[in-house]
T-cell receptor
Framework: GAGVSQSPSNKVTEKGKDVELRCDPI?????LYWYRQSLGQGLEFLIY????????KSGLPSDRFSAERTGGSVSTLTIQRTQQEDSAVYLC?????????????FGPGTRLTVL | GENVEQHPSTLSVQEGDSAVIKCTYS??????FPWYKQELGKRPQLIID?????GEKKDQRIAVTLNKTAKHFSLHITETQPEDSAVYFC????????????FGAGTRLFVKA
């Protein structure tokens, strides 16, 4: 079946503009994660959605970052008033949490460049 | 807050040698420990995982060990091959109202032919 998809694959924006990044998880996966990966760096946890529970927003770096997950499926990560330090690859992952395992399936990422 | 430390940051081995990557975690509630491999320009993919009720797990040339008392877990790759060259991430996950996952900073493994 189809894997996790993200759009756009690349986004170049000017400092101060708002951007929206989209994630389509694998159908039926109840858990959805957003991570940020700067060049050559690790995976920084941003936010986590699980079913109908309130999202875990503990990783969001500032109040300029927000995310929604509509209908338990598609998610949108919004960055307001972008700054140059926001430049990174934003990865989305989903998981079914089947069998108590949390194998996360990652999307291809959105490369964000803030000029 | 939760933290996962990973060492070394870079590892270079000769083809055929073994490679060991070590991680420590801080959240004692962590009960699931996956390892992901990320090849250059690609997305991370799960290669092996271990749960806290198991001390060791092996899958062909890769194995993971877990010491819950010391909060340590390690990835072992034997008979390394050039295609093992990638960045490896450890992670710790706990079911505390969910499965929030904290990743280590990654280890860049180079396998020299």
């Amino acid at each position: 079946g189809a894997g996790v998809s993200q759009s756009p694959s690349n986004k170049v924006t000017e400092k101060g503009k708002d951007v929206e990044l989209r994630c389509d998880p694998i159908s039926g996966h109840t858990a959805l994660y957003w991570y940020r990966q700067s060049l050559g760096q690790g995976l920084e946890f941003l936010i986590y959605f699980q079913g109908n529970s309130a999202p875990d927003k503990s990783g969001l770096p500032s109040d300029r970052f927000s995310a929604e997950r509509t209908g338990g499926s598609v998610s949108t990560l919004t960055i307001q008033r972008t700054q140059q330090e926001d430049s990174a690859v934003y990865l989305c992952a989903s998981s079914s949490l089947a069998g108590g395992r949390n194998e996360q399936f990652f999307g291809p990422g959105t490369r964000l460049t803030v000029l | 807050g939760e933290n996962v430390e990973q060492h070394p940051s870079t590892l270079s081995v000769q083809e055929g040698d073994s490679a060991v990557i070590k991680c420590t975690y801080s959240d004692s509630a962590s009960n699931y420990f996956p390892w992901y491999k990320q090849e250059l320009g690609k997305r991370p993919q799960l290669i092996i995982d271990i749960r806290s009720n198991v001390g060791e797990k092996k899958d062909q040339r890769i194995a993971v060990t877990l010491n819950k008392t010391a909060k340590h877990f390690s990835l072992h790759i034997t008979e390394t091959q050039p295609e093992d060259s990638a960045v490896y991430f450890c992670a710790a996950s706990s079911y505390t109202g969910g499965f929030k996952t904290i990743f280590g900073a990654g280890t860049r493994l180079f396998v020299k032919a």
